[in-house]
């Protein structure tokens, strides 16, 4: 189901990419360019951005956790340095970093 | 840089969190229950559904209530996959509202 | 057909739809509200569904049904059992799905992810992009979870968002965001209060707080 590419190991850095990619994607504006670790494999779902326009049932593909310092997602962050954030982000949304 | 979707409001600027409970309308709870039945039969997906919310103007996703919002992706959905014709659907609306019934469901 | 051919009993359990062309009171409690657009709307487009065939009264009853089950109070439970049983615990942490069904409780969500609340690290979710939230197992979320004041602050600035709830966390404690964006649902499992030690798990689950679920709140020691 996921031949082409090798996955993405837990706690590998990770950079979240910006496909430019118009219509639906579930990678929001704040994380793209940013460099994380991967927190969690979560196994392999369905494209979002296939289903968005019906076309289900397709190949499925691998999801991630992806873990970032709060820090360097926000320059300004006024909480404390050790402060977190995950979010779920597929495939091929990330590059080795 | 991408184009943000009007769903992708994370990091932007806003006001307090609004704490005041709203307890969900019977309406509301048997609409979710018809989006769930529509989504079980194969018809619609929830990934459509956020794409149709995403699709709507900046402005009708601002003015409309959640529910609202649901409403009016579902509608969008159906018209667009032919399920609905949109033009009977907006006149049948507009009878029902101008009614002011909820027994005038024909 | 005319307004009135259907009964007014409104027994959900007892509609009779089958050739009409709208099937049970489409509306209950709520006669007296003033009937809005969006309303209209999807009252036109039941009716439609039903009249063309595509579904019936009774299904979106059943459905209703099911819907109603879901509550804070059975992720209260799983939390409860969880505290008070070690082997159980791990279970849901390593399938909170499985571990629900321990509980009678039907989880419909791809995966439900548990994520615990410890002495230094505090977890809240949001979902930014939309309103994700474990509906099954919860309920409908809290109308502050899907506004766009929390979806877009949660993110940026956690900890003023907390302290609009009541909650402030010592310097060393790590505050940790879920973004719930795509295909997992997540639930906290918040931190036991002191003094618990002698309560049935009964008891223990009337403690938890629908918001202590996603991170909200805490979990107040009994009066």
């Known amino acids: 189901m996921w031949p082409d590419a090798p996955r993405h190991a837990l706690g590998a850095q990770v950079r979240i990419l910006d496909l430019g990619k118009p219509g639906h994607v579930r990678t929001p504006l704040y994380v793209r360019g940013k460099v994380g670790v991967i927190d969690q494999v979560c196994g392999d779902f369905e494209n979002p951005e296939e289903r968005a326009y019906g076309r289900v049932g397709g190949a499925r593909i691998p999801l991630y956790r992806v873990r970032f310092a709060q820090a360097d997602l926000w320059p300004d962050y006024e909480g404390r340095p050790q402060d977190q954030l995950v979010i779920e982000i597929y495939h091929h949304w990330l590059q080795p970093a | ?106 | ?223």
Request: aromatic share 6%.
């Open chain 3, 1 to 223: 057909m005319t307004a009135h051919d259907h009964d007014h009993d409104h027994d959900d359990a007892h509609d009779h739809d089958h050739d009409h062309p709208h099937g049970p009171h489409p509306t209950r409690e709520d006669d007296d509200l003033e009937l809005t657009y969006s309303e209209a709307r999807y009252l036109a487009m039941r009716g439609m569904l039903i009249k063309q065939g595509i579904l019936t009264g009774d299904e979106i009853m059943r459905r209703l049904a099911v819907n109603d089950l879901a509550s804070p109070h059975q992720g209260a439970r799983m939390v409860a059992r969880a505290w008070v049983d070690p082997a159980f615990k791990a279970r849901m942490m390593a399938d909170a799905k499985s571990a629900a069904r321990e509980l009678d409780i039907a989880v419909t969500e791809a995966k439900l992810t548990v994520i615990e609340n410890t002495p230094q690290t505090h977890n809240l979710v949001v979902c930014t992009l939309c309103s994700c939230y474990p509906r099954s197992l919860l309920g409908e979320p809290p109308a502050w979870y899907v506004s766009k004041a929390y979806r877009s602050r949660a993110v940026r600035e956690p900890r003023k968002v907390l302290g609009e709830f009541g909650l402030a966390f010592p310097g060393d404690v790590e505050v940790r965001v879920h973004d719930s964006n795509a295909d997992l649902r997540y639930m906290i499992m918040p931190l036991r209060p002191e003094g618990t030690e002698g309560l049935s798990e009964e008891a223990l689950a009337a403690l938890i707080p629908r918001d202590a679920l996603v991170g909200a709140a805490l979990v107040d020691r009994p009066a």
């Open chain 2, 1 to 106: 840089m991408s184009e943000r979707l009007i769903s992708d409001v994370g990091g932007l600027p806003s006001g307090p969190v609004p704490r005041e409970e709203v307890p969900q309308l019977y309406w509301e709870k048997a609409m979710i229950a018809m989006f769930n039945v529509l989504i079980a039969k194969g018809l619609v997906n929830l990934d459509e559904f956020r794409r149709a919310v995403e699709q709507m103007t900046p402005d009708h996703y601002a003015g409309a209530s959640f529910y609202g919002r649901r409403v009016d992706g579902v509608a969008a959905l159906l018209v667009e996959k032919g399920i609905l014709d949109g033009v009977e659907l907006e006149r049948r609306a507009l009878a029902i509202l101008t009614a002011g019934t909820r027994d005038h469901v024909a």
